[in-house]
Each structure stands twice: as structure tokens, then as C-alpha cells.
């Protein structure tokens, strides 16, 4: 399987082998409960969570409405405390800003902090292409990238594996990539542990170059925040002697005081810790402590277009803690690579279309993705309407026409039409009750026959309610 | 106290049943239903397949049909949370968008004297003990939106609960959607019938007669679903349920 998702079928296409793979459901089913109850009980422990929420809601939205501002400060925060900031409008443009600086420095590899933003331009597959490596280290992206996979979840990218399968990628690939796995390796969690530790720890001290993404920019001061659960992080942001971080133009905060917000909503919702067990926090480059060279890539692409919608920005309030993939119904059954993109799950059908526009029929699909049950919106921790984002894309993919969108915009108007027409309605309703005996279970043609395949028909009454009224009631 | 019955279009054609049964419930609590017969529909499909402005002659309609009653009730959550949720929506884009102020207007007027069923006799009547019987062993879905956008809450378990004979017993996974999602079904059949079928694995679980609800659009997806497994199981919506008496018992 390829790294990328470029030509990937359309949701439904793709959700219907998803929903056929019996494993892979029971491995999501599995994982996504048991995160979303611990997560439900993790919330309930801070009484004031629902004020937490809303100031979250409160500092993204104030940072976004004035952005260019905190990026000029923060930028000129980072300069003056030693670091380089580089500002990338596209995928295209930040991978070859990040290939440029590693090959500065003479090097071919580099160690990877886990970083939804490096995923989002697809830099490891850039840098391959110019004769750099680049290893992850996050525990999950390891097993992704080992077992040429891609990611299936913001926080745990490998949740469509069991033990199983994880211990047989190990024993067959590790040795491809560094120090192979130890013989004769099981699949009890500490020892997988223990293989990829060691495996981990040879690139960790021989790597000169460090890429990382951020979960926070702090306007004020020019520092950068990553909040993880490995210490793989600290290791490539420490160790290496340059550090290149790729950041989405979105992340910044203003002050430190807001990331106290943040700290305590992020972790909760993701893996319903109380605190994540690792904080690294750099700013630019401190004398014989750390990289001595730092570079910042701020990241737009896609990202200033969705801050132009009035109703599609509250998705860049996002904190890639997932918690809507994991109480999501329609995520639980397709998986997610169905969403074709890093970002998969009800954040992933509102943002990915947003960042890559809706030209392809994937990407247009993408809306329509979901049953608008609400139950991401409940959860978010940074209260994005969902389902209002969502409804609201649908409205520019249907308005545009497109494969499918032009045949249901007719049968939409005459229905309108005749549901502005009460006795039209009454008659075509009457019609329908004194032909029922004719109805089948099952029909043919679009939209009918996939609604029969798997259910009869409503039987339709002997005559409609309206009627009833008429011979009872007046 | 005089109300309107919203019968919403689902129910006006495909099941009446849970409209009359509405209507003899309330009458049986002493309230005069009215049936204005200029209503259709709430216009929900089309607003989320993603055609809002299709949408703003229907809540134009509801507004006038509805003109003048103090309690607009119906026997749909989801119907209920189109209006509260996504009317001042519909609203406040079509005057930005220049195309007048009729469909706010209908909005801030419809908005806070429309109830969904349940709310209606626990809210406004303060009633929870209807003088139903129902001898039966019964489940509850919470469908989404009643659930999530307009927060019932306990109401239909509490009105459950009171009636005579009646052996309510938990739903496991209740609160999960049953995969109707309105066109979602027809857009997604695939995922939504996977999700259908969780459900109603969950539902056959408890060993209920029925499976009730408080909207008949996702109980006409999972009833469809029964009736192509011979499932020893029916759906029933709640305002059917209310409505049986000894005297009249649920045919």
C-alpha cells in the first residue's frame, strides 16, 4: 500500500470494503470504546470542564480573527531568541524549504517527531525523493511506516492493527530500516516495547537532524509546545544538532497563560490522561543545550482560504486530540483510511475538504460522510460545531453541481415544490396509500435499490394522516 | 389549552398511526388538537443534503401555518431540532445574503413555542403518568437529535416508566446513532446498514417486544431492517405506546 492518498475512491467506495474487513472492525470497535469511555471519565473528574471548553473556544477564535498579528510577533520572538522562521504557503513550497536546510547540513536522514503538519505535505515521501530518510519515531508511526501503511488516526495511527499483526511487521521489517528485531519475538506488548526501543535508540543518537511538528506556538515568547506520551519527542527535539519544526499557521496562542487551557483539555480528551506524561517546550537555540541551530517553517497550505469562510474557520480551532474519532459511529465502521487523508473521522470530513477544496470526488464525498448525530461536537473540546461544518460544505458541493449533485438538485426542486403545495401533497400522498398494495419490498434505480438492500420498504398506510383528520376531526 | 399538531411529513404519509395516536393522547389529557392543514414539512431532508435555500419557502410555510397557536407540538425530535437549530440558521444567511427577513421572522416566531412530544406533556403539562397501559416488554432509542440537540434527557424514559404493565428494560449502546442519518441511508448504505445492524444486535440483546423511539424516521430504517431479518422484534414510536389504555389497547 502506498504512502499516499492521491486517487483514492470516494467514501462510500472505500467505506464498503471497510465495513467487509471483519478485523479490522472489531480492532477500531475495541480501541475507540475503551479510549471513549476512559476519556468520559477522565472529563468528569474536572468540574469545570465545560468553562474550560468555552475558553478554549474563546482564545482560538480571538487568535484567529487577529492571526496576522501573533504571527508576526511570534515570528520575530523566535528570531530574536536564535531560531530561523520560514514562511511556506504550500506543501510544496515547505518541503522544499525542509529538504534545502537538511542538505545544508550535509546530512541524509533525519528523526522524526510525530507531526500531523509533516503528514498533511507529505514531507517523508519529499525527502525520500531527494535521497533523505526520514525515520518516525512515535511508536505508531513506526509500525505505520515500517509496514508501508498509512496512518488511520490522528492520535493512534496504527488503531487498525492488533498485536498480531504489529509483532509480524517488526520481525520482517525492522531489520530493512536499522537493528532488526530480536529473534523469536512474541507479541506481548513489553516486548514489543522493548524491540522498538531498541531499535528507536541507535537513530536517536546517531541523527544530526530533527523534524518536528508542534501542538502550540506561543506568540509572546517564541516557544514551541509538543505534548506526548513516548519521550520519543524529547529525544529527536534535544539530541539533534538541528532542529527543523514544520507548524501549521493555526497553532499559535498568545500568551503563555493560554496554554494553561490547553494542558488541561488536550491530554483529557486524546488519551484521557490527566496530564500527558511529556511537555517539551523550546525557544530558538540556547548555548550547549540542545540544537544549536533552529528552524521554523510556518505552514498555510489551505489554511488562510478556510479562515475566509465565516462558518468553516472554527475548524482551525482544532487540537488534533481526536476525540471525535473516537465517539464516531460512521468512523467506528469505515476506518480511516476511507477518508483518504491524514486527517480522518468527522475533523477529517470538515477540514480535509477545506485544505484541498472540493475538486476531487473523494474530497467532495467527504461531507456526506456522516450521519450528523451530533456526537463530535459534544465531545470537542474546543466546541467545533461539526455537523454545522459539515451541512454547510454539503451546501458548496451540491451547489456546484458535479457527478450525482445535478439529478438530486431537480428531484430536490420538484419536491420543494410540491411540498409548497399542500394539496398537490395530499394528492400525490393519497396516490401512494391507494396504490400500496402494488409497492414491492425492494426497488430499483439510484438511492432506491441501495436503501433496499438491506431493508424492506415502509408498507404505506391505507390512507395518509391528512385524510384521517378529514373523516375524524372536521 | 389549545395546541397545533406538527404531523410532520413522515408521519402524514407513511405513518399516521403515530399522528392519530398523538392527537387522541393529548385530547385524553384535555388539550383541543388542531390540524392546520396548510403544514408539509419541516423541510430537514433538504437542508442537510446541503440545499438550505430550497429550504426557506417551507419555513416560510410553517411559520404561516402555525401563526397564531402558543404550543406548536410534534411527534419528532428531529423535526423539532431542524426548527430550533437550523431555522435562526437559515435565518440570519438569507438576510445577509439579501433575500429578505421572512425567513428570520419565521424563525424567532416558530422557534420558542415549538415542542417535541415529550417535552410538551413533561414541560407544559407537567405530566409523566399518562394513564397508558402497555403490557409489554419494551427498549428505548434516543435518537440523536432528540438526544443530543435538544436534550430529552430522561423525559421519554420517565414517561416510559409510568406506564402500567409496561417492563422498560435498557438499551445497550443507547446513545449511539442507528445510522438513518436521512440521506445519510441512501449517500453511505454501506456504513449505515453496518451501524443498523449494531443496533439492532443491542436491541435483540434485551429480548424486547419493541423497539421504541420518539422518531419515526429512524425507527422506519430499523423496522426495515427487522422485517428483512424476521426479527422476533417490532418498532413503536413512544407517542403509540402513550396512547394505548386498557380501553383502548394498541391494536
Known sequence: MSGTFVGMPAFPKAAHDAVRDTTLRANLRHATHTIRDKRAVAVAELADWAALREAGRQIKDRTLHHLDAYLVQLEEAVTAAGGTVHWASDAAEANRIVADLVKATGETEVVKVKSMATQEIGLNEALEAEGIRAYETDLAELIVQLGEDRPSHILVPAIHRNRGEIRDIFASEMGEWGRPAPDGLTDRPAELAEAARLHLREKFLRAKVGVSGANFMVAETGT????????????????????????????????????????????????????NPYTSMWTGTTDADGPTAFHLVLLDNGRTDTLADEVGRQALRCIRCSACLNVCPVYERAGGHAYGSVYPGPIGAILTPQLRGTRSELDASLPYASS???????????????????????????????????????????????????????????????????????????????????RDLPEMPAEPFRDWWKRNRT | MRVALFATCVNDA????????????????????????????????????????????????????????????????????????????????????????????????????????????????????????????????????????????????????????????????????????????????????????????????????????????CLMHLGGMLRRQDAPQRVLHLAEILASTEEEPFA
Open chain 1, 224 to 275: 514551541l509546545v509538543v505534548v506526548e506520551s513516548e519521550g520519543n519527542g524529547r529525544m529527536c527535539l534535544t539530541l539533534p544538532e538541528t532542529l527543523i519544526s514544520v507548524v501549521g499557521i493555526e497553532k499559535v496562542v498568545p500568551t503563555w497563560r493560554d496554554l494553561e487551557v490547553f494542558l488541561q483539555t488536550l491530554p483529557r480528551s486524546s488519551t484521557a490522561e490527566r496530564m
Open chain 2, 14 to 217: 407513511v405513518h399516521p398511526a403515530t399522528a392519530v395516536a398523538t392527537v387522541r393522547l393529548l385530547e385524553r389529557l384535555g388539550v383541543t388538537v388542531d390540524f392546520p392543514a396548510a403544514q408539509t414539512c419541516c423541510g430537514q431532508p433538504q437542508y442537510n443534503t446541503g440545499y438550505r435555500r430550497e429550504t426557506e419557502p417551507l419555513v416560510r410555510r410553517m411559520a404561516r401555518a402555525f401563526e397564531g397557536y402558543d404550543h406548536v407540538v410534534t411527534p419528532s425530535g428531529s423535526c423539532v431540532a431542524m426548527v430550533r437549530d437550523n431555522y435562526p440558521r437559515i435565518g440570519r444567511k438569507a438576510q445577509a445574503e439579501g433575500r429578505g427577513d421572512a425567513p428570520a421572522e419565521a424563525a424567532s416566531s416558530l422557534v420558542p413555542r415549538t415542542y417535541e412530544l415529550t417535552e410538551f406533556l413533561v414541560d407544559v403539562l407537567e405530566v409523566t403518568d399518562v394513564g397508558a397501559y402497555f403490557p409489554h416488554r419494551v427498549t428505548y432509542h434516543p435518537s440523536c437529535h432528540g438526544l443530543r440537540v435538544l436534550g430529552l434527557g430522561e423525559r421519554p424514559r420517565r414517561l416510559l416508566e409510568a406506564v402500567k404493565g409496561l417492563e422498560l428494560v435498557e438499551l445497550p449502546g443507547a446513545e449511539e446513532c442507528c445510522g438513518f442519518g436521512g440521506t445519510f441511508a441512501v449517500k453511505n448504505p454501506d456504513v449505515s446498514a453496518a451501524m443498523g445492524a449494531d443496533k439492532l444486535r443491542n436491541s435483540l440483546s434485551t429480548g424486547a417486544e419493541f423497539l421504541c423511539g420518539a422518531d419515526n424516521s
Open chain 1, 372 to 454: 450528523l448525530c451530533g456526537a463530535c461536537y459534544d465531545v470537542c473540546p474546543v466546541a467545533i460545531d461539526i455537523p454545522e461544518v459539515l451541512v454547510h460544505l454539503r451546501e458548496k458541493v451540491a451547489e456546484r453541481g458535479g457527478p450525482g449533485h445535478r439529478l438530486e438538485k431537480a428531484a430536490v426542486k420538484a419536491a420543494a415544490w410540491v411540498l409548497d403545495h399542500p394539496a398537490a401533497l395530499a394528492a400525490g400522498e393519497r396516490l401512494a396509500s391507494r396504490t400500496r398494495a402494488l409497492h414491492p419490498k425492494r426497488l430499483p434505480g439510484p438511492g432506491a435499490s441501495q436503501w433496499t438492500e438491506s
